[in-house]
């Protein structure tokens, strides 16, 4: 065998043995997380199953909004964590984005459905006003600003590290 | 104190490992030694055995005061569950796995003579990868670890998606087939290590191999089934992450018993033999790690610490450079002296090996690409079904085609095959025109579900007729061959019918009142809450009339399981041959109706059904007498 063809045999595992070595021992504080405060942007949407009119004064209170789709396989993911919310009752909004109606209505179907509001937002309009830039990510709110927000899909270590700070400081849900 | 019993007999064994594995690899070997390995390792076994056992039974004992017991198990559950418990989560189940380990070795080691010249070093390798992954247990994921003083009543839950029969079967099946290729991954070690061309251990391995290949294959079968019915996925294969890191090892798998088969008859491709026994076992250990470092969001993967993931990658690591490098070395020793002749069966077999190397290939780039490419720029991008079917259909039609022809060719001999003889020709004929029909019949031009179809029914007819030609001329025909290929062929034609008729629908439907679809009508008859032992549901109930005016009724449920709040769907399925109904209900509507997903699966049945024959070709020729079966 020829000693290039020998030494593509042996790097192949190396090269992979590296790659996984940086990846866990990757030691990044968060970077889906943000801090920055701002009011809720005004809007004025359909919700997603009836399509009534949904506004700013719709929402009231100490909740988290999360940003979905029916496409997003990473949502799919953080399912699970979100019906865990629902049932220690943290109320949740939805924004439903970029997504068919037909669709998401169907994907709840079949998964469950945590949200206590749906915001139907087919243009992407109130998560451009949000800053949003994918699918899942999650808002923290109280009394109508938001004061933490997470891109990329959550779980109970991000809730513990970067919201639970925050809602004990604010003294949120109670 | 009784699970320290159990965890002193684990250390002990360790130790004993480690000095069966020390005698083998850096003692010369006498037959002294190879019996002194022999015993050690079996008295090391003995002890890790009796470790375990003394687990099962405190786990049965509800001895709640270990903390994995405790939190994993409930005294409300019945025994059956409070065994499986033990693999619901990451400590017991890497116990299990490692007993698995052990328990082949043991095996190897009672049924192969002492005087095998390649034996002790084999029992000498799994030791050491038994030291290995025990001190990876006893070091970073200590199952016997206790509360104390004050043990907790009741326990806590096993996942309820959990508490079921097909669960409790899979996780121990599949283990049994990754850790089963211990046994061939160690013998070719042994032999490169021993250096001696002329030993002839391909044939020694053969019936471990399609062992282990059998419980992969039952092991993933019962996975994709279980996912179907109880996780409510409603199909047979989402190219999940965990998913793909078992079909990687069984597709190497598959290579390697082929390419088993021909360097036993004729020491070709003994290259590709020995790569391939590294690769499945280096493949069935990057499972484990991907499962267990938490580096994959998955349903299947345990919880994230980074130790472990760093323990393991080292480990195995070390196991797959070495073994490469071994390979490397040893090279110009399993160097074949001579080429393959060119349609030849070798021929054929070395050409499937390349089209399986590239569907790994493809498979391990699914899988790690996104992990890679977030770590550099940062950015998540998904990898799912498109990129899979993509790759997946075209090299599995050729594979199927080269199948095909390699039934006319001969071993090391390039006779040239007649495309116009008859079996290749009616079955080439036979396959068009039932294409043909097909595409008519259910009105599509879908070139891939066409072709796979082709394929598959190719398969199907050439085998056919050599099982008539055995029949009536008495043609030799290697029956485990016949099955399995059957059965790859009829898995490629269920899949095909299966991807071209099924349909679904998410209907909303009121108490009372019905929803039509697909000819049959869905009446929604009665909801109702119920409880059971530790949950409580909504039970919807339907009748449902089909286009033939058959009624039958559904009863999908929603449970909340009391202990951990969590919520699952009970999908209800009616099933026929053709083709399953299959019901599962979400949630209720502001106007009161409730949405009612329904799918109509075709033959998908007859995926499952095609594992299992391919299985059961595998399990006829481990009990087959004959000694020269492919």
Request: glycine letters at 6%; aromatic letters at 16%.
């Amino acid at each position: 065998m020829k000693i290039l063809l020998k030494i593509t045999v042996l790097l192949i595992p190396i090269i992979f043995i590296f790659m996984f070595f940086f990846l866990l021992t990757e030691k990044k504080p968060y970077p889906g997380a943000d801090y920055k405060e701002f009011p809720i942007p005004n809007f004025n949407l359909e919700s997603l199953y009836e399509s009534e009119p949904l506004t700013n004064v719709d929402l009231r209170g100490d909740y988290i909004i999360n940003i979905w789709a029916s496409w997003c396989i990473t949502c799919r993911i953080e399912h699970p964590y979100l019906m865990n919310l629902k049932n220690k009752r943290i109320p949740i909004i939805g924004i439903n984005y970029k997504d068919e109606r037909y669709d998401a209505i169907e994907w709840l179907g079949r998964y469950g459905d945590p949200y206590d509001k749906i915001i139907y937002d087919f243009k992407g309009l109130l998560a451009l006003d949000l800053g949003v830039t994918g699918a899942p990510e999650t808002f923290l709110v109280h009394d109508g600003v938001i004061v933490a927000h997470y891109q990329g899909e959550i779980n109970n270590s991000i809730w513990s590290d970067v919201f639970d700070p925050i809602i004990k400081e604010k003294e949120m849900f109670k | 104190m009784i699970v320290e019993i159990s965890h002193f007999l684990s250390l002990l064994a360790t130790g004993l490992f480690f000095l069966a594995g020390y005698f083998s690899l850096f003692v010369s070997s006498t037959s002294y030694t190879s019996n002194l390995i022999s015993r050690t390792y079996s008295q090391a076994f003995l002890l890790l055995a009796s470790s375990f056992l003394i687990y099962v039974w405190l786990a049965v004992t509800d001895n709640f005061s270990v903390e994995y017991i405790a939190n994993h198990s409930n005294s409300a559950l019945p025994i059956f569950y409070k065994v499986s418990s033990i693999w619901s989560a990451h400590e017991g189940s890497m116990f299990l796995w490692i007993v698995f380990l052990s328990i082949w070795g043991f095996i190897f080691n009672i049924a192969v003579n002492n005087n095998d010249i390649l034996k002790p070093k084999t029992i000498g390798i799994v030791s050491f990868i038994l030291v290995g992954f025990l001190l990876f247990l006893l070091l970073t994921s200590n199952p016997f670890a206790t509360i104390l003083p004050i043990a907790p009543i009741n326990g806590a839950d096993i996942n309820p998606v959990l508490q079921d029969p097909a669960l409790a079967i899979h996780p121990p099946t599949l283990y049994l087939g990754y850790v089963g290729f211990v046994i061939p991954f160690a013998s070719s070690l042994a032999f490169l290590i021993n250096g001696d061309s002329n030993i002839k251990w391909e044939k020694s391995i053969k019936k471990w191999s399609v062992m282990a290949w059998v419980f992969l294959t039952i092991g993933i079968s019962l996975g994709s089934w279980w996912a179907y019915y109880e996780l409510g996925w409603g199909g047979y294969w989402f190219w999940d992450p965990v998913e793909n890191v078992a079909l990687m090892p069984w597709l190497a798998a598959t290579a390697f018993i082929h390419s088993l088969s021909v360097s036993i008859k004729s020491s070709h491709l003994r290259i590709w033999t020995i790569l391939l026994s590294i690769l499945v076992f280096s493949l069935s250990l990057f499972g484990a790690f991907i499962v267990r470092s938490g580096i994959i969001d998955s349903v299947h993967s345990f919880a994230n610490d980074p130790q472990r993931g760093l323990y393991l990658l080292a480990f195995i690591g070390i196991i797959i450079v070495t073994s490469v490098l071994l390979f490397i070395s040893r090279f110009s020793m399993i160097k074949p002296s001579s080429n393959i002749k060119t349609l030849s069966k070798e021929s054929f077999i070395s050409i499937n090996n390349i089209l399986f190397g590239t569907l790994i290939f493809a498979i391990m780039l699914g899988v790690t690409y996104p992990l890679f490419y977030e770590y550099l720029f940062d950015q998540k991008i998904s990898v799912g079904a498109p990129f899979y079917n993509a790759i997946f259909i075209p090299i599995v039609i050729l594979a199927s085609l080269f199948l095909f022809l390699s039934v006319d060719s001969k071993w090391s001999r390039g006779i040239t095959i007649d495309l116009f003889k008859k079996p290749i020709a009616f079955s080439a004929i036979f396959s068009i025109i039932f294409v043909i029909t097909i595409s008519f019949l259910f009105n599509t031009t879908d070139i891939f579900i066409l072709l796979s179809i082709f394929a598959g029914s190719l398969i199907i007819s050439r085998y056919f007729i050599e099982i008539f030609r055995y029949l009536f001329n008495k043609k030799y025909l290697n029956p485990y061959s016949a099955i399995a290929h059957l059965a790859l062929g009829l898995l490629l034609v269920s899949i095909s019918f299966n991807s071209l008729l099924s349909t679904e629908r998410a209907l909303n439907i009121k108490l009372n009142e019905y929803e039509e679809y697909e000819d049959m009508k869905v009446y929604f008859k009665d909801i109702k809450l119920i409880e059971g032992s530790n949950y409580d549901a909504v039970k919807a109930s339907f009748n449902i009339e089909d286009e033939k005016g058959n009624n039958f009724n559904l009863n999908p449920e929603k449970r909340r399981y009391f202990t951990r709040g969590q919520i699952t769907t009970e999908t209800a399925i009616h099933i026929t041959p053709i083709k399953d109904i299959y019901l599962t209900i979400g949630d209720q509507l502001d106007d009161g109706s409730w949405i009612v997903n329904i799918q109509i699966n075709f033959l998908i049945r007859w995926i499952w059904f095609s594992a299992a024959l391919m299985s059961f070709a595998g399990i006829m020729l481990i009990f087959s007498k004959k000694k020269s079966n492919i």
